[in-house]
C-alpha cells in the first residue's frame, strides 16, 4: 500500500467474512443467516418486545455453535498485528464472537455485543455465559428472570460509539475487513474516516456495497488477504 511509512494509528473494522473461514454463518452472503431466518423475527427490539422466547432460542443456537469454532490465520494475523504495533490500534468488530481474543488481539471494541455475554434487563449487570438464556436462568447478580442476549438488536444503539469515534478521528488508516457494508453506522465508517484525512483500505471476498468509497481494495479469502497485508505492515 502506498505511503504506509506516515501511518500510525489504525482503525479495523471487522465483519462476518472474517470469521467465514472459522464456520461461522455470515449473514448476507448465499446461504446466510438473513437467508435462513427472517432479523425481522430474530434480531429487532420489536421482535424481542413481541416473543421473547424465540429471540432468546436464535440467540442460543448461536452461541452454542461457537463451542468448536478456533480463530482463523486471519484473525491469528490481526493478533500479531495488534501485539507488535507500536502506534495506537483498534478493531472494531460487528462479530459477536468471541474469535478475535482467542486469535491474540486484545485491543478489541463489540459494537454489536458478544454472544458470550448475557445482560439483565432488571439491575443492567453483565454476565459472562456461555449456557441457554431460553429457559431464563435467574441473573446472578440480582435474582430476576431477566437475562438477555448482550447483543445490540436492530433498533438499538451499538455500543462504545463515543471511543470508536475517538478513534477514527485519529486514525491514519481505516482497513475495514469482511464486512458487505449494509449496516450502519459501520457501513459510515469508511466515509467519516475519509472526511477526517484518513487512507482507507477494503480486504474482502468482494467488493461490498461501500467499496467505492476506499482509496484502495484487495479481494479474496480474509485467510490469505489478511495475513499478507499484516505482513507488510510489519515489513516482514
Ligand atoms: P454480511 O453477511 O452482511 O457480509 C459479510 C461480508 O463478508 C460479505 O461482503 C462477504 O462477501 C464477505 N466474506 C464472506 N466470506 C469471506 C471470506 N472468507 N473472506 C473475506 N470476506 C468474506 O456480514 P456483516 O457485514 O458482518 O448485525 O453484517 C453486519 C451486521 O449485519 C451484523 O453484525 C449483524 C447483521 O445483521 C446485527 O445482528 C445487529
Known amino acids: 500500500m502506498a505511503g504506509m511509512k506516515d501511518i500510525r494509528n489504525i482503525v479495523i473494522l471487522t465483519g462476518a467474512g472474517v470469521s467465514a473461514e472459522s464456520g461461522i454463518d455470515t449473514f448476507r452472503t448465499a446461504g446466510g ?67 478475535h481474543e482467542l486469535g491474540g488481539a486484545q485491543r478489541v471494541l463489540h459494537m454489536h455485543g458478544e454472544h458470550n455475554s448475557a445482560l439483565c434487563t432488571s439491575c443492567e449487570s453483565r454476565t459472562l455465559w456461555r449456557g441457554s438464556l431460553a429457559d431464563r436462568p435467574p441473573c446472578p447478580s440480582c435474582g430476576d428472570r431477566a437475562l438477555r442476549p448482550d447483543v445490540v438488536l436492530f433498533g438499538e444503539m451499538p455500543y462504545h460509539m463515543d471511543r470508536i469515534h475517538a478513534a477514527l478521528r485519529g486514525a491514519d488508516l481505516f482497513v475495514s475487513i469482511g464486512t458487505s457494508g449494509a449496516v450502519y453506522p459501520a457501513a459510515g465508517f469508511v466515509r467519516d474516516a475519509r472526511e477526517l484525512g484518513a487512507k482507507t483500505l477494503e480486504l474482502n471476498l468482494d467488493p461490498s456495497d461501500g467499496s467505492h468509497w476506499f482509496g484502495d481494495a484487495r479481494h479474496g479469502p480474509a485467510t490469505e488477504v489478511v495475513p499478507h497485508w499484516v505482513e507488510e505492515m510489519l515489513g516482514e
Do not use: C
Open 33 to 99: 443467516l438473513w437467508e435462513r431466518y427472517d432479523p425481522e423475527e430474530v434480531a429487532t427490539a420489536q421482535a424481542f418486545a413481541r416473543d421473547p422466547g424465540k429471540l432468546l432460542r436464535f440467540y442460543d443456537m448461536r452461541r452454542g455453535s461457537l463451542d468448536d469454532k478456533q480463530p482463523n490465520a486471519a484473525h491469528k494475523a490481526l493478533g500479531k498485528l495488534d501485539a507488535e504495533w507500536q502506534g495506537e490500534f483498534l478493531i472494531v468488530t460487528q462479530n459477536v464472537d468471541n474469535l
